[in-house]
């Protein structure tokens, strides 16, 4: 079945730290997004790829990085991981012009 | 700026009886309203949408209505049993899947 991964699933890092979440999905899917999730705060879009030349910043992208390698694949940095980064991060896709998003399982993230 | 209100944030009730989840939008451009639901430690999945050209829209026993003019909408879950125990995130967008926001979620418990 056509899916949408994430790797790592589980990271714990250091303030100051850089680290690098990646995505990849087999859906055939042209747009791409990051969105981290906090308890009581939902879904907050961090960057967005409509394909692979184009990148834009979410509501909350301060901190974070984006690279769009290729149609399939949208990586996600923290280039110096402080601790209220703390959160779980999910990478999701979208169909052009279509509303749906496909989500991945979630990177849980952890800043010590 | 935009933003999307979801109440409650946490519902608990009893196996067989109804859910109601509620949220309201800003933004008068938004004309798609999906409703995702996220088992615990698993991804988001859409579950039921509405556009702004329908006032109701029913799958079994989930159905969500929309009040355009009041910019309301709400997920109805009828006869309700442990499996729909989850977090459910309604959203708001303005179609083409351009921008979406989410609500903050609802977290419903579902006692046996």
């Known amino acids: 079945d056509a899916d949408v991964t994430q790797t790592p699933r589980n990271r714990i890092t250091k303030t100051g730290k850089r680290i690098m979440l990646e995505c990849s999905q087999t859906k055939g899917h042209d747009r791409m997004y990051w969105y981290r999730q906090d308890p009581g705060l939902g879904l907050r879009l961090i960057y967005y790829s409509f394909d692979v030349k184009d990148i834009n910043k979410g509501e909350i992208s301060d901190g974070y990085s984006v690279s769009r390698q290729a149609q399939a694949k949208f990586s996600l940095s923290l280039e110096s991981a402080i601790p209220n980064q703390t959160a779980l991060y999910f990478c999701?896709?979208?169909?052009?012009?279509?509303?749906?998003?496909?989500f991945g399982p979630g990177t849980r993230l952890t800043v010590t | 700026g935009e933003n999307v209100e979801q109440h409650p944030s946490t519902l608990s009730v009893q196996e067989g009886d109804s859910a109601v989840i509620k949220c309201t939008y800003s933004?008068?451009?938004?004309?798609?309203f999906p409703w995702y639901k996220q088992e615990l430690g698993k991804r988001p999945q859409l579950i039921i949408d509405?556009?702004?050209?329908?006032g109701e829209k029913k799958d079994q026993r989930i159905a969500v209505t929309l009040n355009k003019t009041a910019k309301h909408f709400s997920l109805h879950i009828t006869e309700t049993q442990p499996e729909d125990s989850a977090v459910y995130f309604c959203?708001?967008?303005?179609?083409?899947?351009?921008?979406?926001?989410f609500g903050a979620g609802t977290r419903l418990f579902v006692k046996a």
């Open positions: 999701a896709t979208s169909d052009s012009g279509a509303d749906e998003r496909y």
């Open positions: 959203a708001a967008s303005d179609g083409g899947g351009f921008k979406t926001i």
């Open positions: 933004d008068s451009a938004s004309n798609y």
């Open positions: 509405i556009r702004s050209n329908v």
